[in-house]
């Protein structure tokens, strides 16, 4: 995808259902082509051309703006419904106490999506570096 068209560029977790329910959204919603969609847990996606690790990325939701700039947890959706047109809802989710129930609430499911999604075995939580 081409830099000028884009505005957030989102890495996320192809193998997690939840998540995948998200982007499918995201996905259909952006008609102007203005998410660049990287799925980290794709055979072809090489971290190291991010800067980032396998694990780093895996902690939570990444994003990088046009200049570079990283951006994590519900910053990203932030910026993401306000690609596809929903700036309005983003706008809400800065509001004093909405905002910090968000990224409690984001750092929670963040923290144990693997869980929550049937990938742990035993209570271990891995996911294979490859």
Request: net charge negative.
């Amino acid at each position: 995808m081409d830099q000028e068209t884009w505005e957030v560029r989102v890495f996320y977790d192809g193998d997690c259902p939840l998540c995948m329910r998200e982007i499918a959204m995201l996905q259909r919603k952006d008609k102007r082509g203005r998410i660049d969609f990287r799925d980290i847990s794709a055979a072809d996606f090489d971290p190291e051309t991010t800067g980032k690790t396998f694990a780093e990325l895996m902690e939570r939701i990444h994003g990088q703006l046009p200049d570079g700039t990283w951006i994590e947890g519900v910053e990203v959706f932030r910026r993401l419904y306000s690609a596809i047109g929903l700036g309005a809802v983003a706008e809400m989710t800065k509001i004093p106490g909405i905002r910090q129930t968000l990224d409690w609430g984001y750092r929670r499911f963040a923290k144990n999506r693997l869980r929550l999604t049937g990938r742990c075995l035993d209570e271990v939580c891995a996911v294979e570096v490859t």
